[in-house]
């Protein structure tokens, strides 16, 4: 896969520029395909650019051949992408880059707390135990020690074209979060505020999931000068115990075989009206969904 060029393909000053962006943790399964045509459709609804992404910065757990697989199947379910596919795992000197500049800024420093004196010492948030600073003032080396950015009680707030106003006080909901791990690897919060401004990214369709991550990701970009995209997310997917559908709970691979079965039901998992019988083809559903995709019509939950 070639690396993708920071200038967009037709990008004008106005212009909608969405992107898909999955990990090659495994291959694509239902739900994956779910959020593929939730923001393919918003995008080409808008006559906006579509870009592809590997989110391979977690090297411990992406493969190579998934990250092969993954452009093979969405091909085949129709869906096609605009420019190059930019691989997050040959980016490693751009985020270091920024994290230099909020190193500099005076916003990260060292950690070397380990996740049980974490969750010892720390009360429960929304998305999991809140760090409480403790190495906020000790002047570690990063030598060994993941880095965190300091976070403030000021409140963050967006409005989801989905889930509607959500606030958050990332001191006290979150606490000061990880941009790089102790084992070195760059974590999902930094290299997706990166590649979102680097790609000029406006539109951001994706799992509701993902939701409580948006303040943190808006924190990063106040603080780096980046502009804030557009959120919309979408209810995931979950299997028959409730659990979302992912690679974790063993979710079945899609087969391009039953490609226009699964993306009638990915439709109507996303409240929309279905192609006519004439579209018997993937790729000719997905065009003929185009004109008729509805965002009022996407149910309003989490799940």
Not at 81 to 94: A, C, E, F, K, T
Not at 98 to 107: E, I, P, R, S, T
Not at 122 to 138: A, E, L
Not at 271 to 287: K, V, Y
Request: proline letters at 5%; glycine letters at 8%; aromatic letters at 6%.
């Amino acid at each position: 896969m070639a690396e993708a060029s920071m200038k967009v393909i037709g990008r004008d000053g106005s212009r909608y520029v969405g992107r898909y962006a999955p990990s090659p943790t495994g291959p694509l399964h239902f739900g994956s395909l779910v959020a593929a045509v939730a923001s393919y459709l918003d995008a080409r609804s808008q006559n906006g650019d579509w870009l592809l992404r590997m989110e391979d910065i977690d090297s411990t757990r992406c493969r190579s051949q998934f990250a092969d697989e993954i452009p093979r199947t969405l091909a085949a379910f129709g869906f096609h992408w605009d420019g190059d596919i930019l691989v997050q795992s040959r980016r490693l000197d751009r985020y270091q880059l920024v994290l230099d500049q909020l190193k500099a800024d005076g916003l990260t420093y060292a950690c070397s707390c380990s996740r049980k004196e974490i969750a010892d010492s720390s009360t429960q948030g929304i998305d999991g135990p809140v760090y409480g600073g403790i190495c906020r003032d000790k002047g570690l080396s990063p030598i060994g020690n993941a880095i965190r950015v300091r976070t403030t009680p000021e409140e963050i707030c967006f409005d989801d074209r989905v889930q509607g106003r959500q606030c958050q006080r990332l001191e006290n909901d979150i606490g000061d979060f990880v941009l790089k791990r102790r084992d070195g690897l760059f974590a999902y919060q930094l290299a997706v505020v990166v590649d979102d401004a680097d790609q000029q990214v406006t539109h951001i369709v994706r799992g509701a999931d993902l939701l409580d991550s948006t303040a943190r990701q808006i924190y990063l970009q106040q603080r780096l000068g980046f502009p804030t995209p557009s959120y919309l997310h979408i209810p995931v997917v979950t299997n028959a115990e409730g659990q979302k559908l992912s690679k974790q709970t063993l979710a079945p691979a899609m087969s391009a075989t039953d490609a226009c079965k699964l993306l009638r039901d990915a439709l109507l998992h996303l409240g929309q009206s279905l192609p006519g019988p004439q579209s018997d083809r993937p790729a000719t559903l997905l065009e003929a969904a185009i004109p008729t995709w509805r965002i009022g019509d996407i149910p309003r939950r989490s799940m």
